[in-house]
Structures are given as C-alpha cells and as structure tokens.
C-alpha cells in the first residue's frame, strides 16, 4: 500500500510536466520510465547528466535499459525524498 502510494504520487507529478508522459505505468515494479525525448533532442544521457550538476538529481539514462528518451526513477524510498526530487525534476524541465 505504501509503495502504491509512492507510485501514484510520482505518476501524478510527472503527469504535471510538459513534455513528460508515462506509456507503461510499474505494476510491481519500484522504478517508472517517463518519456522525456521531447528534451535534449532525445538524448536521457546528457540530460541527466545535466540535471545531476544543476539540481545535484541523480537520474539513470533510460538508454541504458534499452529505453532510449527515457529516465529511470525509483520511487523505493522516503515520500519526503521523492518530494525533493519531483520538484527538482520539474524546475529543471521548467528551465530546459
């Protein structure tokens, strides 16, 4: 129940961000794979490696799952973290 909360919580704010969308949403799972293509000309390296020096937000590439134009997050931590990171996530799209 907890984790489904977590779940809910970071699909709803990635659902919040222009230019992010959610094709296959986790079931079982503790990490989301939001599309973020529409950014950095496709490139979820560079644009993690962005948001780690700008927003000290770690990321992983979604390339490196075989999901390119995507970002991995793992939601198998505190509400209070995932607060954090959703709304560093979201001011640096904000600025991108």
């Given amino acids: 129940r907890v984790m489904k909360e977590k779940r809910d919580y970071v699909l709803g704010e990635l659902e919040r961000m222009d230019g992010v969308s959610v094709a296959v949403p986790p079931d079982g799972a503790?990490?989301?794979?939001?599309d973020v293509s529409g950014y950095y000309d496709g490139d979820d390296t560079r644009l993690c490696l962005d948001l780690l020096k700008e927003k000290k937000l770690a990321l992983v590439p979604g390339s490196s799952f075989g999901a390119p134009g995507t970002v991995r997050i793992s939601y198998a931590t505190s509400m209070e973290e995932l607060e954090v990171a959703m709304t560093k996530m979201r001011e640096f799209l904000e600025g991108v």
Avoid: D, E, K, S
């Fill in 30 to 34: 503790f990490y989301v794979l939001p």
